[in-house]
C-alpha cells in the first residue's frame, strides 16, 4: 500500500502528540524548544539523505507516494520530524522519572564517542561510506555535547536514552527494512546486520536523536539563564 510509510510516521508521532498534554510531563510546554532543536538537526541529516539515495539506499515506490523532493519521498521527509519528535518526548518521560545524576559510565561513553571519527577514516579508505559518515556524526554529537555545554554525556539518563532509542529502532527499522520500505547496497557498509536492520542504522539513529536533545537542551539552558 502506496500510503504505508505515510502512515509509519503517524503512528510514530500520534501518542507523543496526544501525551504532551499530560500534566506531570506537559511536553506542549516545551515544543518552543524541539520545534528548532528539530529543523536544525534535520537540515544537514536531510542533505546527506538526499546525496546519498540511490546509491546507500533506496525507497521502494510501492511503499510511499510518487511525489519526491530533492529525491526523497515526502514521507522521508516527515520522517525527520516525527522520529526526533517522539525521541524528545521520551526524553521528558525519562528526565520526569529519572534523578539526574552524573555517571562515569556515560562519561566513558562520551570518550568512545568522541573517538568514532577515527575508525571512520579507516571505513571510508576502504568505500565504507555510510558506515564512516555514521561514525563521523556520532563524534559531532559528543563534541557539539562539549561545547554547548550541555553535558548529556554525564549524565546516568543518557545510558538509558540509550537503551530507549534501541528498542525504538528495533521496532521502527525492523518495519521499514522488513517490508522492505527501504533497502541498502551493502558495499558502502560493513554488512553486518540485526535480524534486517544494518548495525549502522543504530548509530544512525542514535547521531539523530542526541544531536537533536542537545539542541534542545541548549535551548532550554539559555531560555533559562
Given at each position: 500500500?502506496?500510503?504505508?510509510?505515510?502512515?509509519?510516521?503517524?503512528?510514530?508521532?500520534?501518542?507523543?502528540?496526544?501525551?504532551?498534554?499530560?500534566?506531570?510531563?506537559?511536553?506542549?510546554?516545551?515544543?518552543?524548544?524541539?520545534?528548532?532543536?528539530?529543523?536544525?538537526?534535520?537540515?544537514?541529516?536531510?542533505?546527506?539523505?538526499?546525496?546519498?539515495?540511490g546509491r546507500h539506499w533506496q525507497f521502494n515506490s510501492a511503499?510511499?507516494?510518487?511525489?519526491?523532493?530533492?529525491?526523497?519521498?515526502?514521507?522521508?521527509?516527515?520522517?525527520?520530524?516525527?522520529?526526533?519528535?517522539?525521541?524528545?518526548?521520551?526524553?521528558?518521560?525519562?528526565?520526569?522519572?529519572?534523578?539526574?545524576?552524573?555517571?562515569?559510565?556515560?562519561?566513558?561513553?562520551?570518550?568512545?564517542?568522541?573517538?568514532?571519527?577515527?575508525p571512520g577514516i579507516i571505513a571510508i579508505m576502504h568505500g565504507?561510506?555510510?558506515?564512516?559518515?555514521?561514525?563521523?556524526?556520532?563524534?559531532?554529537?559528543?563534541?557539539?555535547?562539549?561545547?554547548?555545554?550541555?553535558?548529556?554525556?554525564?549524565?546516568?539518563?543518557?545510558?538509558?536514552?540509550?537503551?530507549?532509542?534501541?528498542?525504538?529502532?528495533?521496532?521502527?527499522?525492523?518495519?521499514?527494512?522488513?517490508?522492505?520500505?527501504?533497502?541498502?547496497?551493502?558495499?558502502?557498509?560493513?554488512?553486518?546486520?540485526?535480524?534486517?536492520?544494518?548495525?549502522?542504522?543504530?548509530?544512525?539513529?542514535f547521531a539523530l536523536i542526541s544531536l537533536t536533545v542537545i539542541?534542545?537542551?541548549?535551548?532550554?539552558?539559555?531560555?533559562?539563564?
Amino acid at each position: 500500500m502506496k500510503a504505508e510509510y505515510f502512515l509509519f510516521n503517524l503512528f510514530v508521532i500520534a501518542g507523543p502528540l496526544i501525551m504532551s498534554f499530560e500534566k506531570r510531563i506537559f511536553f506542549l510546554s516545551k515544543w518552543r524548544y524541539a520545534f528548532p532543536a528539530i529543523a536544525l538537526v534535520a537540515a544537514p541529516f536531510i542533505l546527506w539523505d538526499a546525496l546519498v539515495t540511490g546509491r546507500h539506499w533506496q525507497f521502494n515506490s510501492a511503499y510511499t507516494f510518487d511525489f519526491r523532493f530533492a529525491g526523497l519521498p515526502v514521507e522521508e521527509w516527515l520522517f525527520f520530524f516525527t522520529v526526533p519528535f517522539a525521541a524528545l518526548f521520551v526524553w521528558e518521560v525519562l528526565a520526569s522519572y529519572l534523578p539526574d545524576r552524573k555517571s562515569a559510565a556515560a562519561q566513558w561513553f562520551w570518550i568512545l564517542l568522541l573517538l568514532c571519527p577515527l575508525p571512520g577514516i579507516i571505513a571510508i579508505m576502504h568505500g565504507k561510506e555510510y558506515t564512516a559518515l555514521v561514525l563521523i556524526f556520532l563524534g559531532l554529537a559528543a563534541t557539539l555535547d562539549y561545547l554547548l555545554q550541555t553535558r548529556l554525556f554525564q549524565r546516568q539518563r543518557i545510558l538509558f536514552y540509550l537503551a530507549a532509542t534501541v528498542g525504538m529502532n528495533l521496532i521502527c527499522n525492523s518495519y521499514l527494512t522488513a517490508r522492505p520500505v527501504v533497502s541498502y547496497d551493502e558495499r558502502y557498509q560493513l554488512g553486518m546486520r540485526l535480524g534486517t536492520i544494518p548495525l549502522e542504522d543504530f548509530g544512525y539513529g542514535f547521531a539523530l536523536i542526541s544531536l537533536t536533545v542537545i539542541l534542545y537542551e541548549r535551548f532550554k539552558l539559555r531560555a533559562h539563564a
